[in-house]
């Protein structure tokens, strides 16, 4: 599953192009934005990335361990993992944790400096991945 399928197979998807600043996420996610409610898909590009759509529905996990007092959001944020590569971060809305999920597990709530420390160890990683990757086929 690609970003591009993600969006595009969304009935509910806004397409968007905008870079990835912190004034367009938060935007994006006011409680009080139309945008708010769904996932924000981005994808990289040479400037780093943008978003190219907002307010999509993704897919729940078919099964799954979670506890109850995580719902839907927890459940598409699972079931995206699942289905596909992406790294997902998920906020819930009434506690205001935040979550990293990846390949189907979902993490303790990190705080935001644990957010930041992970997030740069999985982007890095991935980053040294795709140029090793790269580096074999010249």
Known sequence: MTSASLSSESPTAARWRAPIRPDVIQAIFCPDAPMHD???????????????????????????????????????AVGLSEESDALVIVVSEERGDVHLVEEGQLGEALNRRELHVALESCLSSMLHSQAKASAGKD
């Open 38 to 76: 769904g996932a924000v898909i981005v994808c990289r590009d040479a400037r780093g990335g943008r978003v190219v759509a907002a307010r999509v529905l993704l897919p729940l996990a078919q099964v799954t361990a979670l506890p109850g007092n995580f719902g839907t959001r927890h459940r598409a």
